[in-house]
């Protein structure tokens, strides 16, 4: 039996990762996020109401589910406490739940005003970040002076590290960037405070997990983002600061690449992406914005509005080579109800000359052209439908055209932002 699943974004994120997750966390004893910060957002639709999570694992909501955060995974505890509250204030045992890596870098204060002066400085050539400091806290880890969630627990090592932090980073904040100083003694005294709500839940994640293979549970590993932003194989430098992609969950959690037993990657049936960077079958004209509104397509964690374009079947059969995927979760299906056409791009054009692949140089990604399929669309409704061949025929052809080009199946189609409204014909905790 599958015992530890990865859950990956293929585009460039903002899939419906959050969903899924909660989906197949009733088969898990345990959820592990694995990169990223509090600049994803994952949105879980239960009973009607709605939960954006941004650092905890979306498996939080549910009964005898554990959470973990690997020491991939960038924390601001003020984001996190913040996170935390709310989900008290709903009745969620967080305390009970969650379990944190001491070995994850924080995000601090400066992070997000240095996060913030470097997108002004570029003007034109924003990469279109969050804001929220994600980038320069990878950085510093990089660089071997971050301050970790293990320093919370050594008063006087944690004083003179973030001095000598803050000192860089006010440093380039005055003199580089013509902006305010983060105060030391303010920031020092917000981290003991938010500390001491943190520090009851550190624990060592990898031995969690090592204790978890050898009592044979399941466990699920979810990622943020998707895998075209990934920092070394994605839209670089349009991109985040982590790896997105499967690798990920092995070097954010300590867990060896051996123990994985399924990769599903999540995929949007048609593609939308946040900020800038290149996007080939991005929509300009009425079907564009048609997309947006009946998607609902705004960031979980910005409200920035998404772009949105036609299923990219180029940029998918590279994420399902990079991840070694072994299925697919299409969401939002039922955003397509109603057109009399899809599309689905087969390939690119660049000079033109056809390209079955991405271009070789990342640079040359933005002038590609894409190149279509057309399919009839389906006029009945898919929202809510539970079982495959309740679905349109025009629709299950789609997706079997999209099976048939990537070579890989889909396991899980999502109708509907509500946790029923999935149809599963494969359950990736179910194989053998």
Aim: aromatic share 6%; glycine share 12%.
């Amino acid at each position: 039996m599958s015992r530890n699943v990865i859950v990956i974004g293929t585009q460039w994120g903002d899939e419906g990762k959050g969903a899924i997750v909660d989906l197949l966390a009733e088969q898990a004893h345990a959820v592990v996020r694995f990169q990223g910060g509090h600049n994803a957002g994952h949105t879980l639709v239960i009973g009607g109401e709605k939960t954006v999570l941004h650092l905890i694992p979306s498996g939080i909501l549910r009964d005898g589910v554990s959470c973990l955060i690997g020491n991939g995974v960038v924390v601001s505890l003020e984001a996190l406490v913040q996170e935390m509250d709310e989900l008290l204030n709903k009745g969620v045992p967080v305390g009970e739940r969650l379990r944190i890596s001491p070995a994850c870098p924080l995000v601090l204060s400066s992070h997000e005003a240095l996060d913030n002066a470097r997108e002004r400085a570029r003007g034109n050539e924003a990469i279109g970040t969050t804001g929220r400091g994600i980038g320069p806290a990878y950085e510093d880890k990089i660089a071997r002076r971050a301050l970790r969630i293990s320093d919370l627990f050594f008063p006087d090592l944690l004083e003179g590290r973030l001095r000598s932090l803050l000192d860089l980073h006010n440093f380039l904040l005055q003199q580089y960037y013509g902006m305010d100083s983060i105060p030391f003694d303010e920031e020092l005294q917000k981290i003991v405070m938010l500390s001491e709500r943190v520090k009851p839940m550190v624990a060592d994640v990898t031995q969690i997990l090592d204790e978890m293979q050898a009592g044979e549970r399941s466990v699920l590993f979810e990622g943020a983002q998707g895998t075209m932003l990934d920092i070394d194989l994605g839209t670089y430098p349009f991109v985040t600061s982590s790896n997105t992609t499967v690798g990920g969950a092995a070097t954010g959690t300590g867990m060896g690449s051996g123990q994985v037993d399924y990769v599903l990657g999540i995929v949007k049936a048609y593609t939308t992406r946040v900020g800038a960077g290149p996007f080939p079958t991005e929509l300009f004209d009425d079907m564009g914005q048609r997309l947006a509104e009946v998607g609902a397509e705004f960031g979980a964690t910005t409200g920035r509005p998404r772009r949105c374009g036609w299923f990219d079947a180029i940029s998918l059969r590279r994420a399902v080579f990079i991840n070694s995927l072994t299925g697919l979760a299409v969401t939002k299906l039922d955003v397509l109800d109603g057109l009399e056409e899809v599309k689905i791009c087969t390939g690119y054009c660049l000079d033109g000359v056809p390209l079955e692949v991405p271009p070789l140089l990342m640079e040359r990604y933005g002038d590609c052209e894409p190149m279509y399929e057309s399919m009839p669309g389906w006029q009945a409704s898919t929202s809510g439908i539970t079982t495959y061949r309740e679905l349109p025929k025009e629709a299950q052809s789609y997706l079997e055209r999209i099976e048939e080009i990537l070579q890989t199946p889909i396991d899980i189609i999502s109708t509907g932002p509500e946790r029923e409204a999935v149809i599963i014909r494969r359950q990736p905790f179910g194989l053998v």
